[in-house]
């Protein structure tokens, strides 16, 4: 069955790194788009970045420009997000979601990874 | 960027009621526009595409219409499982980011 896998969440400092991984599985890979959506605490949903199935094409939101990074590989089916200079505002839950275009619904969502920036 | 405005932010009704939320778009997205459920702790789960595609295996309690910048999600008969948070997305492929509305919380009375 669809499988997406999120890793990397954790505690960081503030001005901090940290990658987040995702793990696909039961499907193909390498034709779908893949995402991160986040979610604060108690809050709603806030898309981040996307990548599309070739890895040619990245999209960011505007506070992740310069700040984020979106990677894949598509023979080890994975996927990641690298993210700098951390803040408390990006203290959220990061779901690895797939779609089949870069700019499309999103038809299946990993179960997330929460991350905590916190002195 | 296109904003999306949800309402109501939160909705108490009963079992078998028929329910109605609603996402404004600040300019016109076409159809391109998501509907999805989400259960405290849980991943959301995707309803609606294109404003009225139905995503196979929901049940067809689940309802969407509108085009351009009026969006409903319609529950018809109301269940006890679909306690939780409904959020709109849009996905114009001219809009430079995806966005999704405040969502809206559903409580069973």
């Known amino acids: 069955q669809v499988q997406l896998v999120e890793s990397g969440g954790g505690v960081v400092q503030p001005g901090g790194s940290l990658r987040l991984s995702c793990a696909a599985s039961g499907f193909d890979f390498n034709t779908y788009s893949v995402h991160w959506v986040r979610q604060a605490p108690g809050k709603g949903l806030e898309w981040v970045a996307v990548?599309?199935?070739?890895?040619?094409?990245?999209y960011y939101l505007d506070s992740g420009k310069g700040r984020f990074t979106i990677s894949r590989d598509n023979f080890k089916n994975t996927m990641s997000l690298h993210m700098e200079s951390l803040t408390a505002e990006d203290t959220a839950t990061y779901f690895c979601?797939?779609?089949?275009?870069?700019?499309?619904?999103?038809?299946?969502w990993g179960q997330g990874t929460l991350v905590t920036v916190s002195s | 960027d296109v904003q999306m405005t949800q309402s109501p932010s939160t909705l108490s009704a009963s079992v078998g009621d028929r329910v109605t939320i609603t996402c404004r778009a600040s300019?016109?997205?076409?159809?391109?526009v998501a509907w999805y459920h989400q259960k405290p702790g849980k991943a959301p789960k995707l309803l609606i595409f294109k404003a009225s595609s139905l995503e196979s295996g929901v049940p067809s309690r689940f309802s969407g219409s509108g085009s351009g910048t009026e969006f409903t999600l319609t529950i018809t008969g109301l269940q006890t499982e679909d306690f939780g948070f409904y959020y709109c997305q849009q996905y114009d492929p001219y809009s430079p980011e995806l966005t999704f509305g405040g969502g809206t919380r559903v409580e069973i009375k």
């Open positions: 300019q016109s997205v076409g159809k391109w």
């Open positions: 990548i599309s199935s070739d890895g040619r094409n990245r």
């Open positions: 979601v797939r779609s089949h275009l870069p700019f499309d619904y999103f038809d299946f």
